[in-house]
């Protein structure tokens, strides 16, 4: 190309101006009148050619509103906060027509489009990390988990108590759910533990613990932003999205083959391979299967059983399903999964305050035990703290979005499924030391 074609071509570039998703601002409205007409026609197909691009458009359109406005952006996460409660919103309030709503709802739940996302991000993620790293990190991570817990417990019976709530009540229908592991993993098998133990329908228990759950996922999505933002002023506390205070001495492999698409199509039959693996294991072991899938995985890497070079294809099928799929999977949580009725029902000063402390005491117990343990305070607090106290496996998303931190997955889902499990256990333990 000579100089004046360079020059000429870098003109035109400039002239295409602004770009939303590396599109320029002409197209990308052109592609989002054809989608979103569609979905206002009623038109819009089934299953994921039609799930796709509504959800991608609408991520990028509330990422990129939410990356400007001011405040946000800075302190409470950015755009993927606003994606998830802006997509929630759009729903809640009727914007987005019920069959669209369908459509997404169906995609992420029926069609398990969560599922995939989540099976990239842990099995590249853990096969992309240094085999001594991640062994050092598992022995150290689990006291991070139980700090976690004991902090948020302690505190929310404190404040409960010195509110006039009660203390054994702040414990139990506050602070358990949210340091449960989510929805379907801990509330709902919570109220049936404490239906059984306390002779009432479970039914009634699950209705005091959703809105705990609800606000406490908000909640841990916006502290998430605000670690961020404090790593960023107080860079001794944060390791940038890497966990042990020792791994900057250790240099990380990057992706050896260069990016093509052969190995990002092995790279996802490899993700998908382990996720069935898990849920295989699960029929023979009582722990959910994405635990089992995390184990299964760190194994294979542990052991080398992997080829390096298959190691990288996972890494670069983790890599291009981050870069591309995460707003659209945000706007599928805040669609699927954000009941901003339950948020906005929960929000008597007494209540939020109990929340926001059980969050603050996970965010501090973790922190502490992570620096005691080797790791940096923040990574350990946004891990072993936010990802217990927020929504299971989509809370693990929108929180490790919101902090910029999605390396941290493997870690996220140790908190959720196994400590979430804990959970479950300690819960039983605590019913009978209060009923005896």
Not at 288 to 299: D, F, K, N, Q, T
Not at 342 to 349: E, G, Y
Not at 359 to 387: N, Q, R
Request: aromatic share 8%; net charge neutral; with cysteine.
């Amino acid at each position: 190309m000579s100089i004046s074609e360079a020059t000429l071509s870098g003109q035109l570039v400039e002239r295409q101006g602004y770009k939303i998703m590396g599109i320029p601002v002409v197209l990308f409205t052109v592609i989002s009148a054809v989608v979103l007409g569609a979905s206002f026609m009623d038109v819009l197909p089934q299953g994921m050619i039609g799930a796709f691009p509504i959800m991608m458009i609408m991520g990028a359109i509330l990422n990129e509103i939410g990356n400007r406005m001011p405040i946000v952006k800075d302190y409470l996460g950015g755009g993927p906060i606003v994606v998830i409660f802006g997509s929630a919103a759009l729903v809640t309030y009727g914007i987005v027509p019920e069959a669209s709503k369908d459509i997404m709802v169906n995609f992420i739940k029926g069609e398990g489009f969560l599922s995939f996302y989540i099976a990239a991000l842990i099995t590249g993620s853990i096969l992309g990390m240094d085999k001594k790293l991640l062994l050092k990190a598992a022995l150290r991570y689990f006291p991070v988990i139980l700090g976690g817990v004991v902090a948020a417990l302690g505190l929310a019976a404190l404040v409960g108590g010195l509110m006039g709530y009660g203390a054994k009540e702040a414990a139990l229908y506050v602070a358990l759910p949210i340091m449960g592991g989510g929805m379907g993993a801990g509330a709902v098998p919570l109220s049936q533990i404490f239906g059984d133990a306390l002779a009432v329908d479970p039914g009634e228990i699950l209705s005091k613990m959703v809105p705990a759950l609800a606000l406490g996922n908000a909640m841990a999505i916006v502290i998430a932003g605000l670690l961020n933002r404090i790593g960023k002023k107080m860079t001794h506390l944060s390791g940038n999205g890497k966990l042990m205070i020792n791994q900057n001495d250790v240099k990380e492999d990057e992706a050896s083959s260069e990016l093509n698409l052969k190995s990002m199509g092995i790279g996802l039959l490899i993700a998908s391979t382990f996720f069935i693996l898990g849920i295989i294991l699960e029929k023979f072991i009582p722990i959910h299967s994405y635990a089992l899938m995390i184990i299964a995985v760190a194994v294979a890497k542990s052991l080398g059983v992997i080829p390096k070079q298959y190691e990288d294809c996972a890494a670069q099928w983790f890599k291009f399903v981050m870069a591309n799929f995460t707003p659209a999977l945000l706007v599928g949580i805040g669609v699927a999964y954000t009941d901003l009725n339950a948020v906005i029902s929960a929000l008597s000063v007494t209540y939020v305050v109990l929340v926001f402390f059980t969050v603050l005491g996970s965010v501090i117990g973790a922190g502490f035990v992570g620096k005691m343990t080797g790791f940096y305070p923040i990574e350990a607090a946004i891990t072993g703290g936010l990802c217990m106290a927020n929504m299971g496996g989509t809370g693990d998303v929108a929180v490790l979005s919101s902090c910029n931190r999605m390396e941290l997955m493997p870690f996220a889902q140790i908190s959720s499924r196994i400590g979430g499990a804990f959970m479950l256990i300690l819960a039983t333990a605590i019913l009978k030391l209060f009923l005896s």
